[in-house]
C-alpha cells in the first residue's frame, strides 16, 4: 500500500475511536478495570510471597546449652552445629547478651528484672538458621543430640503450619492469577468484539466499494492497539498511586511487615500490563472482523 | 458484460431464488429486471457483482466466470462496478464528500484526484452545496444521489441497482432514473432492479422478467408487465 493510504488508515483508526467515542470509552474502562484488578492482584501476590519469603528466611532453631560448658566446648558446639545438613547460620548469644536483649523488649517494664538480674536465670544458647521450615524437625533433632546441649526450642507445629500456609498461599495466588488472566482476555475481547459488531454495516460497504481485507482491517486493529494502549495507562496510573497510599499506611499503620519496595516491581508489573492490554486490543479487534470480510 | 448461463441459486434455508437464468447484456445497455416480490430480483443483482455464488451453472462478468475468480481478485473486481441499494447504505457518520471519495481511498487515488473527482460527480448529481452535509440532514431522495455519486465516482464499466427507489416517492424516483439514464448516455451499462411500473414503460428500454427465479420475458423496449 502507498505512503498516504497507510496516513489515511492511522487517521481512520483515530477517527474511529472520535466517531464511537461510547464504544472507545466502554472498551477503555472495561480494558483499564480488568487490567487494574489483575495488577491489583498480581502486586498483592508479589508482596505476600515475599512476605513468606521473608518469614522463611527467619526461621530459627534456639539451642540452650548448659552453664558449666568452657569456652572450647562452645566453639567445638558451634562447628558441630554449622557442620550439619541444611544448616545455613549458627550464631552464639551469651546469656548477659539474651538477658540485655530481654530487658529492651520489655522496655519501661524491665525493672521487673532486677531481682534477677544478680543471678541471671538465662542460658547461653545457639540460635541456628535452616534452608527451609521443612528441615527444622530433623535439624533440631540431631542439635538435641549434641553433648552439652540442655534443651532445643523449635516451634516445630508453628512452623510446619507456616510453611503448609505459605505454600497455599503462593499456589492459589498462582491459580487465581491465571483464572483472572483468562478472564481479563476473555471480558476485554468480548467489549472490543461488541464494538467491531456494531461497525458490520462500514465493513460492508467498504467491501462493496472495493477494499481489500488488509484495508478494511488496518484501522480495526491499530484501533484496538490505541484502546489497549489507553486502558493498560490507565491502569498502570491507578495501580502506580494506589501502591504509593499502600505503602505510606502500611508503614504507619503495620510497621513490622515487610513489603516489596515500589520500584521495580511496578515497572515488571505495568510493562505486562501493557504488552497485554494492546495484544487483546489488537487480536480482540480484528480478529471478529474475518466473519465480515466473507462478502 | 454480463453473462448468466442457467444461473441457480439455492440458499441454506432451501429457497430456490434463482431457477436456471439465462441471458447476456451487452457494453453500453440500459436494462430492466422486473418481477414481483420474491421472483429473484435481488439475488441476480447479488450474482452479478459476486457478493454470492450461484449455486449452478455460470455468471460471466466482464469475460470472467466469478465462480473461479481467487478472493483477493474481488476488490479489484468490484472497483469496476458501481451498487446502488433502496437503502443507500452511506455511512452515517461520514459528510456526503467522505462517503463520495471513499470509493476513491480504497483504489489509492490521490489527494488531488478525490478533490476534483469528488465534487465534479457530486455537481453531476446536483449536490455540489451539500458536500458537508450529514447523510442524515438530506432527504431521501437526495441521500440516493450520494449513493449514486458514489457508485459513479470511480468511472465503472458497470452499475447495477437493487430497487435504488423503492423508498422514494414517484417524482423523487423519476428525477433518480434520469440520473441512471444519463449515466447510461456517457457509455456505462446499467442494471436496474425494480418494482416502479411506470418508469420502466416511459423508458422503453430493455425489460427482464422475472418469475419465481425463472426468466419469463426478455424484450428489447419492453414494458413492465405485458398483461396490464
Redesign the interface.
Known sequence: MRIRTWTYLVGQSFQGIRRHVHMSLASVTTMAVSLLVLGIFVVASLNLSYVAAVIESQIEIRAYLYDDIPAQGILDLEVAISSLEYVTGVEYVDKDTALSKLKEQLGPQADLLEAVEEMNPLRNSFVVKVEAPEFVALVASQVEELQGVAKVDHRQDLMSRLSAVIRAIRVSALFIILLLGVATILIISNTVRLAVLSRQREVYIMKLVGATDAFVRWPFFLEGILLGLAGAAVASFVLDRAYDWFLANVYVMLPFVPVLTKQPMLQVVSLGLFVLGTAIGALGSSIPLKRFLRV | MILLENASKLYANKVLALDGASFYIDRSEFVFIVGPSGAGKSTLVRLI?R?ELPTSGRVVVFDKDLSKMRP?EV?????RIG?VFQDF???E?RTVFENVA??L????S??REIKRRVPAVLELVGLRDKQRSYPRQLSGGEQQRVSLA?AIV?NPELVVADEPTGNLDPDTAWEIFQLLREINRRGTTVVVATHAKEIVNRFGKRVIALKDGQVVRDEEKGAYSNED
Open positions: 457483482y457478493e483477493r476488490p479489484f473486481f468490484r472497483r451498487v447504505k452511506l455511512l457518520d471513499f470509493a481511498r480504497v483504489t489509492e490521490t489527494r458514489r470511480n
